[in-house]
């Protein structure tokens, strides 16, 4: 054990009378020196995003026809999984269109933001050993958690702030656009307060990820079964705050109590990790690492090292997909049934068929496998800050095989999940729609968009070998974006094209020259990462 890690450990009985919060304005500023880049970017593309939407929604659907018929497809029960719950009045205007298909987004990416924020400046300084030189002066015990939650309200508020403006310098009603701003952000501030906790309960910084990132993944996903159930909200969508921001009812009945139950569990989370922090030593979890069993197996080579560090991300994100997979194929019946009265849905099942709707479900999980994927890769570079890969390559091992092979591990991390997430497509649809054959079908299909994800991977190893790891998340924006947003935002259709998990479209269109152009553009970035990285032994 260090010095540094000693006097951590002792610092509070040596100075009793020190506040639990001292230090807290040092690290907050520390903090804002060391993110302003980051947060700035992210401030700015989700504003401009707010400032855009009105546009893109005006120009797509100009006529009451046309927005009708957008709203009829976001009945339907894929539709309100992607969309929120819709309550009946002003359906067809532009701020109630705009508050049903952005909210969501909006609150995945600003919670995303907060989750990795709160970790990066609490757990995962821990575990890169910077938190023993901060805790070595006179710095509180609730210093740093309370740092890192003050920079994400800082963000939040910010965010609300600039978003609202946006909208209202675009002629939206104040009141309805600030409280869609906040019930947004709000929530952001449950799953940074989720974070804080988890940031407690695991050693490491990936399995508090992980976990603060699962629950977002849950409470969205029982927000959305919740109102397909009703789509006004069923009592099942009360169960998730998500729905407890979507409920306000912004732009069509505005009411806002429910901001209140999303401020009251902020603070009752914050509570909880303060109480969890009081109770553990440093570098110690409430949760006990399995990786510390002393009957463990070997791990066996540089690759079964990687497999090892990701197999619980592995199984976490498996088990979502398939949850997600089973969900959206089951669906496929009710979209069926909806091509019967509604002209938007039946023209896209007459252009494309069946096929085309299990496309475009497959796309969205192959999405969400581009997140996996990236933070997988990524981790490397997590592990030379925090020393393990320091310890790595300290043995027979180059850094372009260290590299290479975390890449190799993420792409068949990235087979297993899309192989879950096909089969639950797959038996979902199959069960609906009476056809057992769908099952093997959709789950080939889904095996078919790996070469779409090892560019992610590729992207991402390039990322890590410039020491830019936003590139890596940069990319999983850009394809959720093109794929969620692209056609309501009116992007060029050359800029969407550029997605490669948009560019696989299968089991409509099996475009083999594209699957292997994508494995070829796989392969190089892959060289191209591997000889950055080698070289920067000399840096």
Known sequence: ?????????????????????????????????????????????????????????????????QRQARVDLLKTPAGMMLGGPMFGGNETELGAMIANEMMLTLIVATSILSILTVIRHTRAEEEGGAAELVLASVVGRYARTTAALTVVAGVNAVLAATMTAAMVAAGFEPADTAAMCLGVTAVAMVFGAVAAVTAQMWRVARAATGA????????????????????????????????????????????WWPLALLVALTAGLVAVAGALDARRQYDD??????????????????????????????????????????????????????????????????????????????????????????????????????????????????????LTTALVSAILGAAVLMFFAGLGNGLGAGVTVGD??????????????????????????????????????????????????????????????????????VPVDVSVPTLIVMAVIATGLTVVAGLFYQRRDAV
């Open 285 to 402: 979890g409430t949760v006990a690492s399995r990786g510390e069993r002393p009957g463990a197996r070997p791990v066996r080579g540089v690759l079964g090292l990687h497999l090892t560090l990701q197999r619980g991300q592995t199984i976490g994100w498996s088990t979502g997909l398939f949850v997600a997979g089973l969900a959206f194929g089951s669906m496929t019946k009710s979209l069926l049934e909806g091509a019967e009265s509604n002209e938007l849905i039946a023209r896209v099942v007459s252009t494309q068929g069946t096929d085309g709707v299990y496309t475009t479900m497959t796309q969205f999980l192959a999405a969400a496998a581009g997140a996996y994927v990236v933070s997988a890769v990524l981790r490397v570079d997590a592990d030379e800050q925090s020393g393990l890969g320091e310890v790595v390559l300290a043995g027979a091992v180059s850094r372009r095989r260290w």
């Open 436 to 505: 057992a054959g769908t099952v093997l079908k959709l789950t080939v299909a889904a095996l078919a968009f790996i070469p779409a994800l090892s560019v992610l991977a590729g992207v991402a190893a390039l990322a890590v070998a410039l020491r830019q790891t936003w590139i890596g998340w940069l990319a999983v924006a850009f394809v959720v974006l093109s794929l969620y947003l692209g056609a309501l935002l009116r992007l060029p259709r050359w800029l969407i094209d550029l997605s490669p998990v948009g560019r696989t479209t």
């Open 1 to 65: 054990m260090s010095t540094a890690t000693v006097t951590a450990q002792h610092r509070h009985a040596a100075a009793p009378s020190a506040s639990p919060w001292t230090g807290t304005g040092h690290l907050i500023r520390l903090a804002l020196r060391r993110d302003r880049v980051r947060l700035s970017v992210w401030i700015v593309a989700l504003t401009l995003m707010m400032a855009y939407a009105p546009q893109a929604i005006t120009l797509a659907y100009p006529e009451e026809a």
């Open 212 to 255: 603060a990132m699962a629950t977002l993944a849950v409470a969205a996903l029982i927000r959305g079964i919740g109102d397909v159930i009703d789509n006004s909200g069923s009592a099942l969508s009360w169960f998730s705050p998500i729905a407890w921001a979507q409920q306000m009812r912004a732009f069509v009945d505005l009411r």
